[in-house]
């Protein structure tokens, strides 16, 4: 499996600024997701990140609050716009390998609070 | 026992015990399937997958049972340890005639092995 770094680990940012998080995986993936993890709760899909074009957002998630890049097919970066207490949450990356049938692999997240 | 928490459902066990985590589906159409753990600060680590056109499958220690007709997953883990206490969710991937369907992950079942 791919080994998959993200940045920061955990931040603690004031409430109206915008924070980039980063993952960046040690071999070329197909596939890039971030997901959301709220306090206490399971996983939610934010996004699916497109290498070269725009991603493609969730339901009740939108491009100007979560921008996303994908410059290539090793890193992807997220931004949470804007931030209130509502963004406080693990914000993970995921990647899917080459072949069809092979399960997501996950960074460890970063741990965010906003004040 | 198995009750429901705040927030996840909790499962706690003796060591040694074989241990049986279950999770409903809600999607017939979904033709993937996959256990993962999630210790505290960290990602969700992969433990075992399934495919629709099988019932059971092993590893080393766990075992994955899928029930299509009502819509059911299990996971066991033989003779558990203290290691196995994590928070262990499944998700499903909605068939979407590719390889890459999204994945939808279940609410999550907090496991803790008593010594």
Redesign the interface.
């Known amino acids: 499996?791919a080994v998959?770094s993200q940045k920061p680990s955990r931040d603690i940012c004031q409430r109206g600024t915008s924070l980039t998080i980063q993952c960046q995986v040690d071999s070329q993936v197909?596939?890039m997701?971030w997901y959301r993890q709220q306090?206490?709760?399971?996983?939610?899909?934010i996004a699916?990140a497109n290498q070269g074009s725009e991603a493609t957002y969730?339901s009740g998630f939108v491009i100007d609050k979560f921008p996303i890049s994908r410059p290539n097919l090793t890193f992807s970066t997220l931004t949470v716009s804007n931030m209130s207490p509502e963004d406080s949450s693990i914000y993970?990356c995921?990647v899917?390998l080459g072949?069809?049938?092979q399960?997501?692999?996950?960074?460890?997240?970063t741990r965010l609070s906003i004040l | 026992g198995e009750s429901v928490g705040l927030h996840l459902p909790t499962l706690s066990v003796q060591e040694g015990d074989n241990s049986i985590i279950n999770c409903a589906y809600s999607n017939s159409a979904s033709d993937y399937f996959i256990w993962y753990k999630q210790e505290s600060g960290k990602g969700p680590q992969f433990i075992i997958d399934i495919r629709s056109n099988m019932d059971k499958r092993q590893g080393q220690r766990v075992t994955v049972l899928l029930n299509k007709t009502v819509k059911h997953l299990s996971l066991q883990i033989a003779a558990t340890q203290p290691g196995d206490s994590a928070v262990y969710f499944c998700a499903e991937r909605r068939a979407l005639g590719t390889s890459y369907g999204k994945l939808t992950f279940g609410q999550g079942t907090i496991l803790t092995v008593h010594p």
Do not use: K, R, V
């Open positions: 499996s998959i197909t596939m997701f306090p206490g709760q399971s996983l939610t899909l699916t969730e993970l995921s899917a072949t069809a049938n399960p997501q692999h996950f960074g460890d997240g």
